[in-house]
């Protein structure tokens, strides 16, 4: 496994690395440790979940963890992201006033992946030239401005004067940043995404950092652009929130 990630999912879910490493499931209460990802991050934690290496790790509350450890302590976590569990899950959540907010997969990369852009040139942004498209949402994805995620580097493939797609990471945590893509409606299925993608995970890696991607559970282009690009599937993470 990674090292790099293994530290940060034990930052992140409040364990020890070798909790991380091991084939047990783990239930941990949960505290705001420094080094933790803190893209998007909810003030308050009731509960998490990550499917790792062949198992679960939890944190939260401490009633929210008593309960999940009582039911799930010998639960193996190859089919705990189904429909059974989740409404077992937001029932229990929303006797606290909360509820499922999203359950996604997570891959990364630690090898840099020859590419070579295709049609089109390359335009690299550093974080003082990001703050350009703020207030902006044609690149919503790319870029996020969360202040506690700073927006850190950026890549466009450009045509004459038309941008068809820009590619951003965002400093989650000390160790990990993270990737985002949009691309025009008329450069889809040409190749730019896979492209922006490569070029910026490599240059992250070459600046000492571990590049990771996101996506939807259902978007599977999003997925296919990840494995393309040199990412590999790491785990999955159910998140939680206050329900409105």
Not at 181 to 199: D, Y
Request: glycine content about 8%.
């Amino acid at each position: 496994m990674n090292e790099i990630l293994l530290r940060q999912l034990a930052a992140d879910y409040c364990c020890s690395e070798e909790d991380v490493r091991d084939r047990h499931n783990h239930f941990t209460v949960h505290e705001f440790r420094e080094e933790r990802r803190k893209y998007r991050e909810s003030k308050e934690c009731i509960l998490k979940i990550a499917d790792v290496n062949g198992k679960l790790l939890f944190t939260g509350h401490e009633p929210m963890i008593g309960w999940c450890g009582e039911r799930f302590r010998d639960t193996g976590s190859e089919w705990f992201f189904d429909a059974a569990t989740f409404r077992s899950l937001d029932a229990r959540l929303t006797e606290e006033g909360f509820r499922i907010m999203t359950v996604r997969p997570f891959f990364i990369s630690d090898t840099v992946t020859p590419v070579e852009p295709d049609g089109f040139s390359v335009r690299w942004y550093e974080a003082d030239d990001i703050e350009e498209f703020r207030g902006g949402d044609r690149f919503k994805e790319a870029y996020t401005f969360d202040p506690d995620a700073p927006d850190v580097l950026g890549v466009a493939a450009v045509r004459g004067e038309q941008i068809l797609g820009m590619a951003g990471a965002s400093a989650d945590s000390p160790s990990m940043w993270q990737i985002g893509i949009n691309v025009e409606p008329e450069a889809r299925g040409t190749g730019v995404a896979r492209t922006l993608v490569t070029l910026l995970k490599n240059e992250i890696l070459q600046r000492g950092k571990l590049p990771y991607y996101s996506t939807a559970m259902s978007h599977l282009a999003s997925q296919r652009v990840a494995l393309g690009s040199g990412f590999k599937l790491s785990w999955a993470e159910l998140l939680t929130g206050r329900a409105e």
